[in-house]
């Protein structure tokens, strides 16, 4: 993060995407959860990204899922 104080706008979309990361929620389930606009939380985390303010990863649920195949 840049040496500069976060505004209060700036520290509530934070939060929210630390704590949707710290629960392993997808942020969707996680701003439907919460009664955040989907849009608005996404819209922030892009926001925060070009003000060069270190967010955390997106929770992404493996798409995949591994098989044997017994023959």
């Known amino acids: 993060m840049m ?3 976060l505004t209060s706008t700036q520290a509530f979309w ?3 995407l ?3 990361f710290s629960v392993g929620q ?3 389930h ?5 009664g955040l606009c989907f849009a608005d939380l996404m819209a922030w985390r892009n926001r925060l ?3 060069c303010i270190v967010v ?6 493996n798409r995949f899922v591994s098989v044997a195949v017994v023959t």
């Open 3 to 5: 040496n500069h104080q």
């Open 14 to 16: 934070l939060g929210h």
């Open 18 to 20: 630390h704590h949707a």
């Open 26 to 28: 997808p942020l969707s």
């Open 30 to 34: 996680y701003a439907d959860k919460q």
């Open 49 to 51: 990204m070009v003000q």
């Open 56 to 61: 955390p990863d997106m929770h992404r649920p």
